[in-house]
């Protein structure tokens, strides 16, 4: 018989809530706000605090346990709010600390958990300490928890070493100085506006233990760490000694990247967060050259999980996703740390894009691909992941089946990446673009103002409006799939999988009673019926002992 599994809306009443759970956050799933693109509450274009408030009850119907929100604090913007001003400050156009408090308690009231963002390798040049130390000129104390280095060269002109800025170009800038000279070079490791801090002067560490603090005091259950593999520098900043260094990133540890240092700071932290009640848990965004490496980060008396970005790079491929898995389990598993578990995020092309593409394309791609396959795929990838042992990370819109907005004329892009010529890419904006809520209206229900990066045609036919209560809709899978998690005893937290014998390019593997079996091929596949059907991502033909999975889909069924 034939059956269309993809999904039946989520009762309300079936939605768990995190409160009072041990550990939540070893299965939590956890919900990516990018405050600008997400709801705008007063009409200007841009997306805020407020906005995001009013609408937790979705994420709370959703299913996720806790939303982690991108940078909203007091900022320049010259990086989307990674260059950070003021830490304890909120920028205006997101709102003030009162709507961020606002936003904290109704997120806990309805059982959800708040997880904010972290920048601690660098500051804004507008943070106090930066601007200080560049207006009192050479030999100011402040330059010290900087790296400011006299340049090479007769007279100082060349950078002090040959670092590369991940954004293109030198990693240093050399200054003015008060009396109008050409100065001192500051380091850089992203763009110049966001100078790096010297993590060996201690007054650094005092500033982010306060920062901590203060969050954690207004009742904040986590903090995502923005490049937790930097901070701590290779003493006396050797040259590396080879050009085009991005195309090492991730393949070696860098004198600036992956420091075994930096793990005494985090054991620092970890202390003072162990101090709050709640189970207050940080994740790290750590890109390491392998994932034992970023096994070292959440050891028991450090962070509690890294983002696996070996993951989130691996294609649609059997083998590659075993091979993948397997390695992620049996490098957690001697720290005692959950995998996790991501497919999409503010930095990378929609899953839902890149998997229309063919392989090896990259994580940022400016093609559209063939979107029917790029969504059959990113649905069965989405309850792939969701049945892995773990915690999981979902991008706000994904659960719309969103692609990404590849065609955005160059005049609008606002990537700051894309404006500097080398580095990076620089196509992150075509995953920022605001996501629809109703079919109609100036920006599809995301604000009465317009919004920030245009939205394509028919994008309201995506919308949470016109998807909810639709059969099969992506949104329906999400809200079933993650109802079933939660319910399902076999599925979130552990740390093994039971690999079945499967058709080639078929992953299969066993949980106690449950069973997930993905068919990675652009053909039907026989596989036996493992009991009863729990969820599918598209539409399955079951015998009493065998069942037909089409091309690019995921099922679920339990024996229980």
Known sequence: MSQQHSAAPAPTSAVATVAGRHDWWRDAVIYQVYPRSFADSNGDGMGDLEGVRTRLPYLRDLGVDAVWLSPFYASPQADAGYDVADYRAV?????????????????HALGLRIIVDLVPN???????????????????PLRDRYHFRPGKGKNGELPPNDWESIFGGPAWTRVTEPDGTPGEWYLHLFAPEQPDFNWEHPAVGDEFRSILRFWLDMGVDG??????HGMVKAEGLPDL??????KLLGNDVMPFFDQDGVHAIYR??????????????FVAEAWTPTVERTANYVRPDELHQAFNFQYLGTHWDAEELRTVIDRT????????????????N?????HATRFANPAGLGTQIRLAGDRALGLRRARAATLLMLALPGSAYVYQGEELGLPDVVDLPDEVRQDPAYFRGAGQDGFR????????WTREGSSYGFGDGGSWLPQPAGWGELSVEAQTGTPGSTLELYRAALAVRRSTADLGAGDAVEWLRAPEGVVAFRRGDFVCVANTTGESVATPAYGRVLLASGEITETADEAKVPADTTVWWTRA
């Open 329 to 344: 389990l049996d490098a957690m598993r001697p720290v005692g740390a959950p995998a996790t578990w991501v497919l999409s």
């Open 122 to 140: 660098h500051s804004s040049d507008q943070y106090d300490w930066f601007k200080r130390a560049l207006a009192e000129g050479p030999g100011s």
């Open 268 to 281: 620092q932290w970890r202390r003072i967060l162990d101090e709050y009640s709640g189970e207050r848990i």
């Open 91 to 107: 920028d205006p156009m997101f709102g003030t600390l009162l709507d961020a408090d606002a936003l904290i308690r109704d997120a």
């Open 223 to 228: 903090f995502r760490i923005d490049v937790a």
């Open 346 to 350: 503010h930095d990378v092309t929609r």
């Open 429 to 436: 904006d075509g995953c920022r673009v605001p996501i629809p």
């Open 241 to 246: 000694g080879s050009h085009e260094q991005l």
